[in-house]
């Protein structure tokens, strides 16, 4: 049986958000499960439409799989911005010296 256009839509979804959290894990970005600050909200919450809507799922997968842990979100990825300024916060898995 074929799926619908729901299952197709919701999978899809589901294979970006894969992705997503694979960026922020590799890239260093840790988000704790408490409230985001609030001056970063917007920008999380268009990060996820931001990687719904990219073209560039088979080169993020790419390079997901070659990327060292620490590394920049390669520059096609349209949350870069916004993944190197939450880093810059601090939310990051990084142990401080």
Not at 44 to 73: F, H, Q
């Amino acid at each position: 049986m074929a799926k619908s256009i729901f299952e197709t839509t919701i999978g899809a979804f589901e294979d970006r958000m894969m992705l997503r959290r694979r960026m922020l894990k590799v890239t260093g970005v840790e988000m704790k499960k408490r409230r985001i600050p609030e001056v970063i909200e917007d920008e999380i919450r268009d990060s996820i439409i931001n990687c719904y809507e990219c073209k560039s799922g088979d080169a993020c997968m790419t390079w997901l799989e070659k990327a060292e842990k620490g590394a920049p979100p390669p520059e096609f990825c349209p949350n870069r911005d916004t993944i190197l300024r939450i880093k810059s916060m601090g939310h990051t898995d990084e142990i401080e010296k």
